[in-house]
């Protein structure tokens, strides 16, 4: 049963991890504020009660426009198999494999890839801090969704953390992330990031 759109909606999509190691991530554009080049990101220590889920994505924290951001690497990987027909698309831009150098100012023996990206996400929640950052894998691509074009993955499994709902569309696998539980979860520590 495909998924009902009101309209077409132009949405992010951006891979994690390097091509066959899971679903892209997918948000509408309308719910990112910016992409940019991601520096590397400072330590932040969290409280022993931090949601480990939090504490497992959390990369650390970078600054934006005069203020600091958490940036969190969301694992995209499923427990379950990626199914036939919805593949994980190649990586562009010769980004997967390269580990952070120069470019990115980091540590050469880092996990983080040459070209990391912030995909930078408002918070609509008014208890927590009014944006985060999503790592990418490389530039995100851009990909237009039409009614009809949108299945709901209906197979057994377990989701990725922080994920709402996972999606076929163009023959490909798509996570979701769950905006208002990433919002919730960052809560708690907002204040560390003054």
Same mark, same amino acid.
Not at 5 to 17: D, F, K, S
Not at 77 to 89: H, N
């Given at each position: 049963? %495909?998924?009902?759109?009101? =309209?077409?909606?132009?949405?992010?999509?951006? $891979?994690?991890?390097?091509?066959?190691?899971?679903?892209?991530?997918?948000?509408?554009? $309308?719910?990112?504020? #910016? +992409?940019?080049?991601?520096?590397?990101?400072? &330590? @932040?220590?969290? &409280?022993?009660?931090?949601?480990?889920?939090?504490?497992?994505?959390?990369?650390?924290?970078?600054?934006?426009?005069?203020?600091?951001? !958490?940036?969190?690497?969301?694992?995209? %990987? @499923?427990? *379950?198999? +990626?199914?036939?027909?919805? %593949? $994980?698309?190649?990586?562009?831009?010769?980004?997967?494999? +390269?580990? +952070?150098?120069?470019?990115?100012?980091?540590?050469?023996?880092?996990?983080?890839?040459?070209?990391?990206?912030?995909?930078?996400?408002?918070?609509?929640?008014?208890?927590?801090?009014?944006?985060?950052?999503?790592?990418?894998?490389?530039? &995100? *691509?851009?990909? =237009?969704?039409?009614?009809? #074009?949108?299945?709901?993955?209906? #197979? =057994?499994?377990?989701?990725?953390?922080?994920? =709402?709902?996972? @999606?076929?569309?163009?023959?490909?696998?798509?996570?979701? !992330?769950?905006?208002?539980?990433?919002?919730?979860?960052? $809560? !708690?520590? %907002?204040? @560390?990031?003054?």
């Amino acid at each position: 049963m %495909s998924l009902r759109l009101p =309209t077409p909606i132009l949405a992010l999509n951006w $891979a994690t991890a390097a091509a066959g190691d899971g679903p892209r991530w997918l948000l509408p554009a $309308a719910a990112v504020l #910016e +992409v940019t080049r991601c520096p590397t990101p400072a &330590p @932040l220590p969290l &409280p022993l009660d931090t949601d480990p889920r939090l504490a497992q994505a959390l990369l650390g924290t970078f600054a934006w426009r005069g203020r600091r951001l !958490p940036l969190l690497h969301l694992d995209a %990987s @499923l427990a *379950g198999q +990626v199914p036939a027909g919805a %593949s $994980a698309p190649a990586m562009t831009g010769g980004d997967a494999g +390269v580990g +952070v150098g120069d470019d990115a100012g980091g540590d050469a023996d880092s996990d983080l890839p040459l070209r990391l990206r912030a995909v930078i996400c408002p918070s609509l929640r008014e208890d927590a801090i009014d944006a985060f950052a999503l790592a990418a894998l490389g530039m &995100p *691509g851009l990909l =237009t969704l039409r009614e009809g #074009e949108v299945d709901p993955y209906a #197979e =057994t499994g377990m989701p990725p953390p922080f994920c =709402t709902a996972l @999606l076929r569309a163009h023959g490909e696998l798509f996570a979701v !992330p769950d905006m208002d539980a990433l919002a919730a979860a960052l $809560a !708690p520590v %907002s204040a @560390l990031m003054a």
